[in-house]
């Protein structure tokens, strides 16, 4: 039970509806979800270790407002892990992976006009390449950084423009795979991953949440 209460915390707070900074009362959430407190306390402590959540004595749970360095490094560390995927994926493409992966284009595709529908379907992609590569802690580590930035790469996918620009990328990416070339499936997929960060960074500063100064994107020329 505390596995599937921290999941369904998780996806609210990808969602939004519990905001970044904003206290998890357990009074609150036990009565919500009809659970007694030592359950939802092994969610909170669950969440904690993914870095969803910060539990401070006294005062609780609250849900993790990342500043802009933080939001960096996060994005920076992903870009390295999801390049590596794509890279092995490419040295190993075959027919098999073909009918694996395909299908992920195509749902990016049908979905490019919805901003909730494509930021799910781009990190599910992300994380089927992860699992194409053949190796199972690459996986688990680009799943644990997908809760932690899930909100802020929705975020970075907001705008239409952002997500033709993505799909762009995307088809490259595969055609990157079919050719058998490792660099360029590498330098796609990071490119998806900074040009992301590089939106989502825009777009808390323009919504007016805090990030210190020296992160706060350039703006941009009309």
């Given at each position: 039970m505390p596995a599937q209460i921290a999941d369904w915390i998780?996806?609210?707070?990808?969602?939004?509806r519990f905001a970044p900074g904003q206290r998890l009362h357990?009074?609150?959430?036990?009565?919500?979800?009809?659970?007694?407190?030592?359950?939802?306390?092994?969610?909170?402590?669950?969440?904690?270790?993914?870095?969803?959540?910060?539990?401070t004595p006294q005062r609780g749970a609250r849900v993790t407002l990342l500043s802009g360095e933080e939001m960096t490094h996060l994005f920076e560390i992903r870009a390295v892990l999801v390049g590596l995927a794509a890279r092995e994926v490419a040295r190993r493409w075959d027919a098999r992976l073909e009918a694996v992966l395909a299908?992920?284009?195509?749902?990016?595709?049908?979905?490019?006009a919805d901003p909730v529908g494509y930021a799910a379907a781009s990190a599910a992609a992300?994380?089927?390449?992860?699992?194409?590569?053949?190796?199972?802690?690459?996986?688990?580590?680009?799943?644990?950084?997908?809760?932690?930035?899930?909100?802020?790469?929705?975020?970075?996918?907001?705008?239409?423009?952002?997500?033709?620009?993505?799909?762009?990328n995307w088809r490259a990416l595969f055609e990157a795979f079919r050719a058998g070339d490792e660099m360029v499936a590498e330098s796609l997929q990071r490119l998806l991953a900074?040009?992301?960060?590089?939106?989502?960074?825009?777009?808390?500063?323009?919504?007016?949440?805090?990030?210190?100064?020296?992160?706060?994107p350039a703006p941009r020329s009309a």
């Open positions: 998780a996806a609210e707070i990808v969602a939004e357990e009074k609150d959430l036990s009565e919500q979800l009809g659970i007694s407190r030592a359950p939802l306390r092994e969610a909170l402590r669950m969440l904690e270790t993914r870095g969803m959540v910060t539990i299908p992920c284009l195509r749902t990016l595709e049908d979905r490019v992300a994380i089927e390449i992860a699992r194409a590569s053949g190796n199972p802690r690459l996986t688990e580590m680009l799943a644990s950084f997908a809760l932690q930035i899930g909100r802020y790469t929705r975020l970075g996918l907001s705008t239409q423009a952002r997500r033709d620009r993505s799909i762009g900074t040009e992301n960060r590089d939106a989502a960074l825009r777009s808390v500063a323009e919504r007016g949440e805090h990030l210190p100064p020296r992160e706060r």
